[in-house]
């Protein structure tokens, strides 16, 4: 993958907690960052959809419990 450079202008005391942070624990404060921002962007996908799911419809469980006995799951 092709490395791009990122410039962000943060508070001083979260770039302070992060710098010690990965110095405590041996950690690159690219990678750290990184993975950061991957984290963010799968939690704000997987609200995404979660938003879609629920405007699936539903059914009654007693209905998939029916059907689940029909077809002989349970």
Do not use: H, W, Y
């Not at 005391?13 to 624990?25: F, G, L, Q």
């Not at 921002?37 to 997987?46: A, F, S, V």
């Not at 405007?55 to 469980?61: A, M, N, S």
């Amino acid at each position: 993958m092709a490395q791009a450079q990122l410039a962000a202008r943060i508070d001083g005391r979260v770039k302070k907690a992060v710098e010690s942070v990965c110095r405590d624990r041996g950690l690159k404060i690219n990678r750290f960052v990184q993975d950061a921002l991957l984290d963010k962007l799968e939690e704000m996908e997987d609200i995404e959809e979660v938003k879609k799911l629920r405007r699936e419809p539903t059914r009654p469980l007693a209905d998939v419990i029916r059907d689940l006995k029909l077809n002989g799951a349970l």
